[in-house]
């Protein structure tokens, strides 16, 4: 499966493997971007996993806010995580890629923030 890439203000491109995916991840906790995504379609609306730095400062320290939606009978489901660890989003990536919900970490279902019911 071909996987789409977005790291900072870049276009949706196709990652070139596991590795490329890896290193776009890592390109937020390492200070080189303020966010990334992962999705099958580029700018897909049904199906993605994204993070991005949440706080930054001295007293707090960084953290990160993360979210995960996937296909779901005639929806999606959508969780976010928000965290210090970033640990928790890079295990949420590979679980994404594998068709997997996120678990583990305290993720919150926040599907209903995005439909009308």
């Given at each position: 499966m071909t996987w789409y890439v977005t790291v900072g203000?870049?276009?949706?491109?196709?990652a070139e493997g596991?590795?490329?995916?890896?290193s776009a991840v890592r390109s937020v906790p390492k200070g080189e971007s303020e966010f990334f995504v992962v999705e099958p379609v580029p700018d897909s609306e049904d199906s993605f996993?994204?993070?991005?730095?949440?706080?930054?400062?001295?007293?707090?320290?960084?953290?990160?806010?993360?979210?995960?939606?996937?296909?779901?009978?005639?929806?999606f489901r959508q969780w976010r995580l928000r965290t210090k660890r970033f640990e928790d989003i890079e295990s949420a990536v590979l679980a994404?890629?594998?068709?997997?919900?996120?678990?583990?970490?305290?993720?919150?279902?926040?599907?209903?923030?995005?439909?009308?019911?």
């Open positions: 203000e870049t276009e949706p491109r196709a596991l590795q490329d995916i890896e996993v994204q993070a991005s730095v949440w706080t930054e400062g001295i007293a707090l320290g960084t953290s990160y806010v993360a979210e995960v939606r996937m296909p779901s009978g005639d929806g994404y890629m594998d068709g997997e919900a996120p678990s583990g970490a305290p993720w919150v279902d926040v599907t209903d923030e995005f439909t009308d019911s």
